[in-house]
C-alpha cells in the first residue's frame, strides 16, 4: 500500500502548476520507496497533463499543466492510487559498480575522516567499499545521486569551509550520505576518492546512468588506471562489471 501503516501522503499545492505529495518527513529506503512506487503508479496511469514527475528524500513534487487539469481534479486522483498494492508492480533497479580512485589528490578528506573516527585510511576505504548504495534522489546539479548510507562511524557533518571548485566525478560523504559529482561545483562534504567513470551525459538520452531506486557499488582502482581512463577501458568495465552495452 503507498503510505505507512499509519498515515498516507499529504498533498499541498505549489504555486498553480505542481502539487507536492508529501510521505513519512524521515531520510530511510522504506520511504523513499513509497516514494518512487507512487511516481511509478503515476507513469503507469499516464494521467493527462501531468508534465513532470520530481522525487525527494520524502516528497514527490507532481508538475501538472493547470489547462489540462486543475488542482482538486488531480488530488482525487492521486488519492485514487493510494489502495494500489504495490506489491503487485515491478520497479525497475540496477546497480551500478563504480571504479574508485581514493585517497591522496583525489580524496582528500580521507585522512581527515579516518582520524576523526579512528580507523586507518584504509578501515575507512574498507567500509565504503563494504555496501552498495540505495540511491535516495537525484537533485542539487544535474544527475547528482544522493546516496546512502554508509557506516555510522563515518558519519561527519558538512565542512565549516566549503570548497569553492570540486572537480567532476569526486566521491564525497556527509551525514549518513554520500554523492558523486556529475560535474565540477562548490561543495561542503567531505571528499574520498574519485571515479573517471561518467554518470552523467547530457548528450545521450537518458542522460542520467543512475536513477533514484537504483544502488551504487564501489570498486578500488590504481590512480594509473583512472588517469589513463577512455571509452575502450570504460567497454570493458562495463562488460566485467555492469552488463551494459
Known sequence: MIGTANSSPLYFPMGEQAIVVQFK?????????????????IQANKIPGIIQLLPAFNNLTVCYDP?????????????????????EMDQESKTITLPVVFGNE???????????????????IQLLLSKSYFVYMLGFIAGYPYCGD??????????????????????????????????TAPSGWHLMGWT????????????????????VKYVPIKASEAEHWDEKRQRKWDQEWNSLQ
Not at 72 to 82: M, T
Open 150 to 183: 554508509i557506516d555510522k562511524r563515518l558519519s561527519l557533518p558538512r565542512r565549516s569551509n566549503p570548497r569553492i571548485k570540486v572537480p567532476k566525478g569526486t566521491i564525497q560523504i556527509v551525514n549518513n550520505l554520500c554523492g558523486i559529482f556529475t560535474m
Open 196 to 215: 573517471p567513470m561518467d554518470i552523467f551525459n547530457p548528450n545521450i538520452k537518458p542522460p542520467c546512468l543512475l536513477q533514484a531506486g537504483d544502488y
Open 67 to 87: 489547462k489540462v487539469v486543475g488542482f482538486i481534479q488531480l488530488k482525487v486522483f492521486l488519492e485514487g492510487l493510494e489502495d494500489f498494492k504495490t506489491t
Open 25 to 41: 518527513k524521515e531520510i530511510s529506503i522504506e520511504v523513499s520507496k513509497q516514494v518512487q512506487m507512487f511516481a511509478h503508479l
Open 106 to 124: 583525489y580524496g582528500a578528506d580521507l585522512d581527515i575522516v579516518a582520524k576523526k573516527a579512528d580507523l586507518t585510511t584504509d578501515e575507512v
